[in-house]
């Protein structure tokens, strides 16, 4: 708010009074009342534009306390702002902390299955070729037999048989654990691996 303020007096309009020689009269008393009541005028007025002057600085006052609350406000929410920012910072670099963190151990679990499932391959074709073997050494173990028939007697026979049986047995029994081992591996793979791709 500017307002300016302007007397429609001027003290010197006022208080200028004739002047006079020394050979004319002194003013009359007319003149001197009609000064006077000039100046009670201009006393009015003077006190009519001090009263507003004295409204208008309180009015710039009032304002520039509200300004200044204004301001104090403003910096108050700046701070706070301020200190959202750094803790949302924090959190955001938490965040990708947390983040890098997870992708990695992904990929820890991720290489440690791809490890496994080439332990379980390479024991399938390990057992694969001890049943091969087995296969071999059974073909010859009959083949054996078959030619210790014409050697032994006959009352020999059904031991030496069953002693054969009991050979593939035990093998056939050995290759069932085998394969029991690595179904199992397979199965506690299968329950691990989508644990281990969640996480």
Do not use: W
Not at 13 to 36: A, R
Not at 83 to 94: D, F, P
Not at 109 to 117: A, C, D, P, R, W
Not at 178 to 196: A, F, G, N, Y
């Amino acid at each position: 708010m500017s307002t300016q303020l302007e007397s429609s007096f001027k003290i010197e309009d006022v208080l200028s009074l004739p002047q006079t020689s020394s050979n004319e009269k002194e003013p009359k008393i007319e003149e001197l009342l009609s000064k006077l009541k000039k100046l009670q005028q201009a006393k009015l007025v003077i006190e009519e534009e001090v009263k507003e002057a004295l409204s208008f600085k309180s009015t710039l006052q009032g304002e520039e306390d509200a300004l200044s609350i204004e301001v104090l406000k403003l910096e108050r929410t700046l701070n706070e702002k301020e200190e959202t920012c750094r803790s949302l910072q924090l959190k955001c670099e938490e965040l990708e902390q947390e983040s890098q963190r997870q992708f990695e151990l992904k990929q820890q679990k991720e290489e440690l299955v791809n490890q496994y499932s080439c332990q379980i391959q390479e024991t399938k074709l390990r057992h694969r070729k001890i049943r091969m073997k087995f296969e071999n050494q059974l073909q010859q173990l009959m083949r054996q037999h078959k030619n210790l028939y014409t050697i032994f007697t006959p009352e020999r026979l059904p031991t030496e048989v069953q002693s054969a049986e009991y050979t593939r047995q035990q093998l056939l029994k050995t290759e069932q654990q085998k394969l029991e081992q690595v179904t199992h591996l397979q199965e506690e793979l299968s329950k691990d691996r989508p644990q281990m791709l969640r996480h």
